[in-house]
């Protein structure tokens, strides 16, 4: 654009006049060529660099820095010039200069400019959550809002902080704060349903997205709060409903994202085995067609939201359903840019890449062998991917990290973070429960890369190198299940410690139980309970008129309504000894162990890391294996023990030991007594953690 001619005889006051009207009117183009022409005549004016760097701003950075430095060269007290130099600063990755400038700034504003003092401290509190320096930025935030407490936004910013820091209670209520001020906020709400949702209160989490569904925001945004919505319905079980909000968010916007989470919809709890071959056949005609159309996902991580995680619990061979799926979402991923490049180091470099670095079960299942791993011969790097919560469990880990890295979002910056370090291996601790680390495990981003089983079930991906199991975990003919490689180990890849005592002991009275009564427990999430046990709980129930079935319940999932409708069908009468109690604390539940008889394993799919505690207490476990991994942990804990003779070889077998371990009390305690004499197997055995070592070398070696 180009400027008029200008007298000779005006001069610079109302050159700049015209410069800021042009600015004022968002005429940015013409507003920047008079400032640079009266910069040209009159370098010294006042304020001049100082609006320079604001337009140079708002585009580039870079070239805005030098301005405001100069005006701060004849105005070093200028606070509101200096701020947004660290702004400038700060975008442009100098991070440390930025903090600099903004302390500097918050010195030189007065003290009665309370608004101007929150919004640095606001920004110094946005420059540690960048840099992912949770705690600091929250206290900045904090600060912040003391002197100017009527402000949505940063509670917005201190609830983000609190859930990024695992202080979900905390940051609800911030989010509940900044509604308050201002209720017509769409986004507020949804993250309020978010987090309602990670804590499982499904239904205040529908209610939240609903209210935000009726304030502004776009069909995109109400699109995926209906995403949202039919997860909190689907999680309680009430998958029609799920479906049909499913069709309402599509007609707010057609995403094909949203209709592969419809295609991907199933349920926790089956009415029968024929209901759950329905749900299956389904769910493979709804995929089959889903590729067979012409689609476009482009962010499956806020589109799909999530895999078909109820899949697996159906207990039926899920590989090639698995392989459809990953073929989908390969087709619509970009593809690698970079070839994976071996590392020079003396030492195997692991690198473990995880969306559970925190207390988790993942973690008491192999974070400890990791931990273990000799640092002598092992280097390891931490890539943390979209972490929920820091807590001690990551500390820990940290301080044993050769290297650290909290991955970025974006699924092409993830990669190249990750072969910048050139991992000789690459290790997930599950792939199947997370859609980021799924989609990133697409991706060849090392020699090797294999999976633990965190997830006992294929990922279905060809990019996996192994899938580490155990040789009772996976029978040879289980190949046929994965479509990545068995690496079956003669001991199961743990290192856990054996479980500390109880240190308080409740008694049955204390914790609400029958103290005349014969408990057979059966700890696990609801979704794990197949149609399949069924006869037996009756049977069970039929042949000892003194025991009752103990189960856990999340009461926000109702999960525990639609287990006792079935229950009722399939069982008759005796169904009202099947208890239902909530979950217990850690320590509580330990009495409750404790206090049980015998421990039921549920068949298809067992126990994860309950068996630990359960076996570290002695606790009879009864099981019968399937065909399945998912079915078979306690089968190679007892294995591993040599107490193999303990497992189920039949559900009739199962019946007899369940029903001759509760009710013979010296049957029981030998049983007890064996597994207590074979703890040295099972806990921190060095041989598993040195078969894992070697079975790692032996890869790395053999692959160069």
């Keep these: 654009m180009s400027v008029p001619q200008l007298p000779q005889q005006e001069d610079a006051p109302k050159r700049y006049q015209r410069a800021l009207k042009a600015e004022s009117e968002n005429d940015r183009l013409l507003a920047l060529e008079l400032y640079q022409n009266l910069l040209h005549d009159a370098p010294d004016f006042p304020n001049l660099h100082y609006r320079l760097g604001i337009l140079l701003h708002q585009t580039t950075p870079f070239e805005a820095i030098p301005h405001y430095r100069e005006e701060l060269r004849y105005r070093p007290d200028f606070w509101g010039c200096r701020n947004n130099l660290a702004l400038c600063l700060e975008q442009t990755g100098q991070y440390e200069a930025a903090l600099a400038e903004f302390h500097k700034a918050l010195q030189d504003c007065p003290a009665q400019a309370e608004g101007e003092q929150a919004r640095i401290l606001e920004n110094i509190g946005d420059l540690f959550f960048t840099q992912n320096k949770l705690r600091e930025g929250l206290g900045y935030f904090q600060r912040a809002l003391a002197l100017q407490a009527v402000n949505p936004r940063l509670q917005l910013k201190i609830a983000r902080s609190q859930q990024r820091l695992g202080q979900i209670l905390e940051a609800i209520q911030s989010l509940k704060k900044s509604l308050q001020l201002y209720p017509q906020s769409a986004k507020t709400w949804f993250l309020l349903g978010h987090l309602q949702a990670g804590l499982l209160q499904f239904e205040s989490s529908y209610a939240s997205y609903l209210i935000g569904l009726k304030m502004p925001c776009s069909n995109y945004e109400k699109a995926l709060a209906c995403l949202h919505m039919a997860h909190a319905l689907s999680e309680t079980g009430k998958i029609e409903e799920a479906d049909a909000i499913l069709s309402q968010g599509l007609n707010y916007e057609a995403l094909d994202g949203l209709r592969l989470a419809k295609a991907c919809l199933l349920p926790p709890i089956y009415r029968t085995q024929q209901d759950l071959i329905l749900w299956r056949n389904r769910f493979a005609n709804a995929l089959q067609a889903f590729q067979a159309s012409p689609f476009t996902l482009r962010d499956p991580v806020r589109e799909v939201g999530s895999l078909p995680f109820y899949l697996p619990y159906q207990g039926e061979n899920d590989r090639a359903l698995l392989e459809k799926l990953s073929a989908i979402y390969q087709s619509i991923l970009p593809p690698d840019e970079e070839k994976p490049s071996r590392s020079k180091s003396n030492r195997l470099r692991l690198g473990i890449v995880s969306h559970y670095f925190h207390k988790h079960s993942l973690m008491e299942c192999f974070g400890n062998l990791i931990l273990a791993l000799p640092q002598d011969r092992f280097e390891l790097g ?55 680390t799924w989609l990133l495990a697409h991706s060849r981003l090392a020699p090797l890369q294999w999976v633990l089983p965190g997830h006992p079930v294929t990922s279905g991906l060809k990019s996996i190198d192994g899938f580490v199991s155990n040789i009772w975990l996976d029978t040879p ?28 002991k409740f008694s049955r009275l204390d914790l609400g139980l029958p103290e005349n009564k014969r408990i057979y427990l059966c700890p696990v999430s609801l979704y794990k309970i197949h149609p399949q046990m069924d006869p037996l709980f009756k049977a069970l129930l039929d042949q000892d008129r003194e025991g009752i079935v103990l189960m856990l319940n999340r009461p926000q999932s109702l999960l525990d309504q639609h287990l006792k409708e079935r229950f009722y069908q399939s069982i008759g009468p005796n169904a009202e000894r099947i208890w239902f109690v909530p979950w217990f604390t850690p320590e509580r539940f330990l009495s409750l162990l404790s206090n049980c008889e015998v421990l039921l394993e549920p068949f298809p799919f067992g126990n994860g890391t309950t068996l630990f505690t359960a076996f570290g207490m002695g606790i009879p476990v009864v099981t019968l294996p399937g065909s399945f991994a998912r079915g078979r942990f306690a089968h190679a804990f007892y294995e591993q023990m040599q107490l193999g003779h303990l497992v189920a070889n039949s559900e009739k077998d199962y019946l007899e030991k369940a029903l001759s371990w509760a009710k013979q009390k010296e049957l029981r305690q030998a049983v007890s007594q064996a597994i207590i004499q074979a703890h040295p197997r099972l806990f921190q055995n060095p041989e598993a953690l040195n078969t894992f070592c070697e079975a790692l070398c032996k890869a790395h070696e053999h692959a160069r």
């Design 477 to 504: 003919e289980a190949q046929a299940h994965y479509t990545e490689p068995l690496i079956r180990l003669p001991l199961m890849p743990a290192y856990v410690p054996l479980p500390q005592a109880v240190k308080t």
């Design 382 to 436: 931490f890539f943390s991917l979209d972490p929920l919560l820091e807590d001690q469990v990551t500390l820990k880990l940290k301080q044993r990290a050769d290297y650290w890295d909290d991955l970025p979002h974006e699924l092409k910056a993830q990669r190249k973070e990750i072969l910048k370090w050139h991992a000789d291996i690459l290790l997930y601790t599950d792939l199947g429960t997370h859609l980021p």
